[in-house]
């Protein structure tokens, strides 16, 4: 393969894997001034859409109120592999509490559900939570792993 400028895709079973195996990523919105707003948050992909816990008053909530396009990058860094969601981003106002459960299960997998819960309505109950849904409107993906020119650059300089 020769050198295209972009690594190649992943399959839909990676990207699948990815979606329900990574627990952090980071949303990009926009600022007032037009800039951009990039923040890590915890996230679930649930019915095809990246479910986040923001807190209401955050400047990504406010930049979603305002403008709700969107950009998530999911990705991991040994391989690196990613995808890249342009999307539109809605506020959910309603059963806050079950979807924040929902989203925190992946990080509380050896915790008991009752404390769990109880943990989630703790949080909820000291900060002011929303739920911002995002839906996928285009997907870029990308597999360092198999990109020839990339392997060849490892093999050449980094490994021994």
Known sequence: MSYTGQAPPLTAKEIESLLKRN??????????????????????YMNGQIVIISHAP????????????VTVLIDTQQPIRGI?????????YDNVYEQAVS??????RD???????R?????????????VKVTPKRIITFDH????????????YLQE
């Not at 943990?119 to 739920?131: H, N």
Request: include cysteine; charge should be positive.
């Open 23 to 44: 627990n952090i990523a980071r949303i990009c919105s926009h600022n007032k001034d037009g800039t951009i707003h990039a923040a890590p948050v915890s996230y679930r």
């Open 58 to 69: 955050s400047r990504k909530t406010r930049n979603i109120k305002r403008n709700n396009d």
């Open 84 to 92: 890249l969601i342009y999307g539109k981003a809605e506020i959910d």
């Open 103 to 108: 989203v925190m299960e992946p990080f509380a």
């Open 111 to 117: 915790v008991p559900k009752d404390k769990l819960q």
């Open 119 to 131: 943990f989630t309505q703790a949080f909820l109950d000291s900060i002011k939570c929303v739920i």
């Open 145 to 156: 792993t198999k990109w020839d020119v990339y392997n060849n650059l490892v093999k050449t």
